[in-house]
């Protein structure tokens, strides 16, 4: 027997025209928002910036939005169109990259790693053999990926590019006289022999990257990234130097707080508060012969925390839980998810390896994978117009604000936070986001397969 929402899933795929919600009345409270000349000038250079994005021009639709909220903040419908513009701009920028942009902007990231690797070669004690094997190790992997990249990057952009190239000499060879076709031909051949070398340089490399699949190191990142996708999260790399975890801990602070702390200054807080603690930590202590530390060895050891790169563990994960009131959440690729201070209001996501440098351990920041698609401006913007909307009860733009971020969620497989916000939408009157909700809902896939059946029997003459 069906059950009333299941009888509403129907009805809107026998009536799609309808509202999905139409058996829950929607609330009849008007728009809290007082006309006025500062929204009446917002709503004019959005009609602007709409037209903007209209004719290519994105740059100025972004600008002509941005206005629009400087002079009406509290206009809920200026961040929505900014948002859905900053992420067409996203798009478009990656679309159009050019071969001469895209050489640029690797020079400028080569820089950048070039600055990064000094950062780890300096961060070697002089006569720490293990540790230089470590950061040498580090060096390489880095040197190596980001080589893989750009040659993956200039590969693609290069594909079009030469198919043309390709075809014009092929035209031109055609109508050339016997001299002019030997040139060519010597010039095909360095071109052959320069893609050939390419050729087997990229077999190499997918060689050595099949065999680095096989390896503990990708088999626990692969875990780690399967975790953290479900929280709509990715690994975000810090660097290796027996800082690690404090640089993840500095990272996720900064973008989730707004907290500006470097490693140092969590390591001096650290030391700090497990002095000040010392019951809380000491008897989890035990030294290189298994023997619980004595007052004066754990004083050293909070010491070492402030002055040296020692590691740091769970310990220090618990005192800076402690210290700046967050809950800690690490993921590994092993066992359960490690959660310190789960008390606390906010929570920060950082990521555990016990293989991925020659030593083993290593922790990672994180980041969400949600802005590789929809940038943080954007994001903020969406977020903007949904509160805004709720607050002056504008359903119109909130409907398209819910739907904008719906659609994105569910591009990133978060279906169930998708459907919730369909369905708020859908409430609201927003086609397109019934056609969602109907869509995602398993009885009505069953429903539209029944139906479809029965057209194709009424079509072919037979009984149903």
Same mark, same amino acid.
């Not at 040296?308 to 310990?315: A, D, E, K, M, N």
């Not at 402690?322 to 490690?338: F, M, R, T």
């Given at each position: 027997?069906?059950?009333?929402?299941?009888?509403?899933?129907?009805?809107?795929?026998?009536?799609?025209?309808?509202?999905?919600?139409?058996?829950?009345?929607?609330?009849?409270?008007?728009?809290?928002?007082?006309?006025?000349?500062?929204?009446?000038?917002?709503?004019?250079?959005?009609?602007?910036?709409?037209?903007?994005?209209?004719?290519?021009?994105?740059?100025?639709?972004?600008?002509?939005?941005?206005?629009?909220?400087?002079?009406?903040?509290?206009?809920?419908?200026?961040?929505?169109?900014?948002?859905?513009?900053?992420?067409?701009?996203?798009?478009?920028?990656?679309?159009?990259?050019?071969?001469?942009?895209?050489?640029?902007?690797?020079?400028?990231?080569?820089?950048?790693?070039?600055?990064?690797?000094?950062? @780890?070669?300096?961060?070697?004690?002089?006569?720490?053999?293990?540790?230089?094997?470590?950061?040498?190790?580090?060096?390489?992997?880095?040197?190596?990926?980001?080589?893989?990249?750009?040659?993956?990057?200039?590969?693609?952009?290069?594909? +079009?590019?030469?198919?043309?190239?390709?075809?014009?000499?092929?035209?031109?060879?055609?109508?050339?006289?016997?001299?002019?076709?030997?040139?060519?031909?010597?010039?095909?051949?360095?071109?052959?022999?320069?893609?050939?070398?390419?050729?087997?340089?990229?077999?190499?490399?997918?060689?050595?990257?099949?065999?680095?699949?096989?390896?503990?190191?990708?088999?626990?990142?692969?875990?780690?990234?399967?975790?953290?996708?479900?929280?709509n999260l990715k690994v975000k790399e810090v660097i290796s130097d027996g800082n690690c975890m404090y640089y993840a801990i500095s990272d996720q602070i900064k973008t989730q707080l707004s907290v500006n702390k470097t490693f140092q200054?969590?390591?001096?807080?650290?030391?700090?508060?497990?002095?000040?603690?010392?019951?809380?930590?000491?008897?989890? @202590?035990?030294?290189?012969?298994?023997?619980?530390?004595?007052?004066?060895?754990?004083?050293?050891?909070?010491?070492?925390?402030?002055?040296?790169?020692?590691?740091?563990?769970?310990?220090?994960?618990?005192?800076? +839980?402690?210290?700046?009131?967050?809950?800690?959440?690490?993921?590994?690729?092993?066992?359960?998810?490690?959660?310190?201070?789960?008390?606390?209001?906010?929570?920060?996501?950082?990521?555990?390896?016990?293989?991925?440098?020659?030593?083993?351990?290593?922790?990672?920041?994180?980041?969400?994978?949600?802005?590789?698609?929809?940038?943080?401006?954007?994001?903020?913007?969406?977020?903007?117009?949904?509160?805004?909307?709720?607050?002056?009860?504008?359903?119109?733009?909130?409907? @398209?604000?819910?739907?904008?971020?719906?659609?994105?969620?569910?591009?990133?497989?978060?279906?169930?936070?998708?459907?919730?916000?369909?369905?708020?939408? +859908?409430?609201?009157?927003?086609?397109?986001?019934?056609?969602?909700?109907?869509?995602?809902?398993?009885?009505?896939?069953?429903?539209?397969?029944?139906?479809?059946?029965?057209?194709?029997?009424?079509?072919?003459?037979?009984?149903?």
């Amino acid at each position: 027997m069906s059950n009333r929402n299941d009888e509403r899933v129907l009805n809107a795929i026998l009536n799609p025209n309808t509202p999905f919600e139409d058996s829950e009345p929607k609330s009849t409270t008007e728009s809290k928002y007082e006309a006025n000349s500062a929204i009446d000038e917002a709503k004019s250079l959005e009609i602007e910036g709409v037209k903007a994005a209209q004719a290519g021009d994105l740059k100025k639709s972004i600008e002509t939005f941005g206005k629009a909220i400087e002079i009406a903040p509290h206009w809920a419908s200026s961040y929505n169109n900014r948002a859905q513009a900053l992420r067409l701009s996203g798009d478009t920028d990656r679309n159009s990259e050019t071969l001469e942009s895209l050489t640029n902007r690797h020079r400028k990231e080569k820089k950048e790693l070039q600055t990064k690797l000094q950062s @780890l070669k300096k961060s070697v004690t002089k006569g720490d053999k293990k540790k230089k094997k470590e950061i040498d190790a580090e060096i390489e992997k880095l040197e190596r990926e980001f080589e893989e990249r750009c040659t993956l990057e200039i590969k693609n952009i290069n594909q +079009s590019t030469k198919q043309c190239d390709e075809k014009f000499n092929e035209q031109k060879l055609s109508g050339s006289t016997d001299i002019k076709a030997e040139k060519i031909s010597k010039s095909q051949k360095r071109r052959e022999k320069k893609e050939k070398s390419e050729h087997e340089r990229e077999k190499a490399i997918s060689l050595q990257e099949i065999e680095n699949q096989k390896g503990p190191a990708a088999i626990e990142l692969k875990k780690i990234k399967e975790k953290l996708l479900k929280k709509n999260l990715k690994v975000k790399e810090v660097i290796s130097d027996g800082n690690c975890m404090y640089y993840a801990i500095s990272d996720q602070i900064k973008t989730q707080l707004s907290v500006n702390k470097t490693f140092q200054e969590l390591r001096d807080l650290t030391c700090d508060y497990m002095l000040q603690n010392t019951d809380d930590f000491q008897p989890y @202590l035990t030294n290189d012969d298994g023997d619980f530390l004595g007052i004066e060895e754990y004083r050293e050891y909070c010491h070492n925390i402030r002055n040296t790169p020692v590691w740091g563990g769970q310990l220090e994960l618990k005192a800076l +839980s402690d210290v700046l009131k967050v809950s800690i959440e690490v993921v590994q690729g092993e066992g359960s998810n490690i959660v310190i201070g789960e008390d606390q209001k906010n929570r920060l996501v950082i990521a555990y390896h016990r293989h991925m440098l020659g030593s083993g351990e290593h922790y990672n920041s994180t980041e969400p994978k949600i802005f590789s698609l929809f940038t943080i401006e954007a994001w903020k913007d969406l977020e903007k117009a949904i509160n805004l909307s709720k607050e002056f009860n504008d359903q119109k733009v909130l409907a @398209l604000a819910l739907t904008q971020k719906g659609t994105i969620l569910r591009l990133k497989g978060r279906d169930d936070e998708a459907i919730d916000c369909f369905k708020v939408a +859908s409430s609201c009157g927003n086609s397109f986001a019934k056609q969602q909700v109907v869509s995602m809902n398993p009885y009505a896939a069953l429903c539209n397969q029944m139906l479809s059946d029965v057209f194709e029997k009424i079509k072919k003459g037979e009984s149903y």
